[in-house]
């Protein structure tokens, strides 16, 4: 059992807060981002990455995994029933049902020709980062147990009916005696006719041999609010797998999980974005236009702004999911300091660096030597 890996492979401490452990995660997505990072492994790492968040980023799954490891955190089902194998108390689930199938006694047992809701089913869903912003349509195909067209779920060839099963008369468990060195161990086991349905099928449909379900594919129409992000997920009622003896439908759940952008990066309904300004900007001010998700906007610099600058642009980041309104974008500005110079534009710093206050370093003098070397490399 590792219940490290995953904190590892985001990057951050078992006692990371929630918000670093997002942090972390759109760090990571972004670098090993397979649109991004074409270098081999970069998909798979992705994957990794994915895969950790998921788990931590649920605190009731990463509460699981540090107990349990990858086997808690896979066998949490979210529910008051707790993980595969105990319930929400933290004893033995079922502890009931094993007391009586050795001992004939506990609970009474749960009627096989109840109707029970179906099994419930994942889709993960990609969203494009503008996608994520402003909400989207997507239609989702999937494969799923579907009542039988046939024989409308009852497993029977259409014209028949099950029957109440011969050996158990319905109750799905038959009672065996089993000699051991402390005499008769009486217990109860499914019935082997009826499966534990209580019901035996004569006649089988031709097209689901008895099992009331068939195998569909089947297409449904997702609506993406604007403003959702990775890790949340949208619940659409009755459209997981069939249920039995004529129970509902189980749900189908859609995980999102939002692309990074190339240009921003979001917290929940604020956007960042990092400014590149040359000196010349940054001195003397300016008016440039500013990339949001909205489209571009005119931004006054005023002169003498400084790296890490941030100005804030009201109602320009991404829809609230929850209260409405819109957050805002923050823009932090970074003064790129040339690499490559002709000779006028060093002759034009020399001239600002000689007329400036002594606050600022002043290049010293050449001598003769320097002078000779300027010569020799051709300045």
Do not use: W
Not at 37 to 51: D, F, H, I, S, T
Request: aromatic fraction near 8%.
């Amino acid at each position: 059992m590792n219940n490290q890996e995953y904190y590892d492979r985001l990057g951050v401490s078992k006692d990371a807060s929630q918000e670093e452990i997002k942090k972390a995660y759109r760090k990571m997505s972004k670098k090993y981002h397979p649109d991004i990072n074409k270098e081999p492994g970069a998909e798979e790492k992705y994957k990794e990455v994915q895969e950790a968040y998921d788990t931590l980023g649920d605190e009731q799954k990463r509460a699981a995994y540090d107990q349990y490891g990858p086997a808690g955190a896979n066998g949490f089902n979210g529910g008051a029933g707790g993980f595969g194998g105990f319930d929400g108390a933290g004893g033995f689930g079922g502890f009931e049902d094993i007391f009586s199938s050795f001992f004939g006694g506990g609970a009474a047992q749960r009627n096989p020709n109840a109707p029970r809701q179906g099994d419930d089913l994942q889709y993960r869903v990609q969203l494009k980062f503008e996608e994520a912003i402003f909400g989207t349509e997507k239609e989702v195909t999937y494969n799923r147990e579907a009542t039988c067209h046939t024989c409308g779920g009852s497993g029977a060839k259409p014209g028949t009916s099950p029957v109440t099963c011969h050996k158990c008369h319905g109750q799905g468990v038959i009672t065996v005696d089993t000699q051991t060195p402390l005499g008769t161990m009486r217990r109860q086991v499914t019935c082997d006719v009826c499966h534990g349905t209580g019901q035996e099928i004569k006649d089988p449909c031709p097209t689901c041999h008895g099992t009331g379900h068939e195998k569909e594919k089947h297409t449904v129409s997702v609506k993406i609010p604007a403003g959702v992000e990775t890790g949340q997920q949208i619940r659409l009622a009755g459209q997981g797998e069939a249920g039995f003896n004529g129970g509902p439908y189980g749900d189908l759940f859609v995980m999102i999980t939002v692309q990074p952008s190339d240009k921003f990066e979001r917290e929940g309904s604020t956007i960042y974005y990092t400014l590149n300004l040359n000196i010349v900007q940054a001195a003397l001010g300016d008016v440039v236009d500013v990339p949001t998700v909205h489209g571009d906007v005119e931004l006054s610099i005023p002169a003498g702004t400084q790296t890490g600058k941030t100005f804030r642009l009201r109602g320009k980041g991404a829809p609230k999911l929850r209260g409405g309104g819109q957050g805002d974008e923050h823009v932090t500005v970074k003064v790129v300091t040339p690499t490559k110079l002709n000779s006028a534009q060093k002759e034009a710093l020399r001239a600002f660096a000689e007329a400036s206050d002594d606050s600022i370093s002043k290049p010293k003098k050449k001598g003769f030597f320097d002078k000779v070397k300027d010569v020799l490399e051709g300045e």
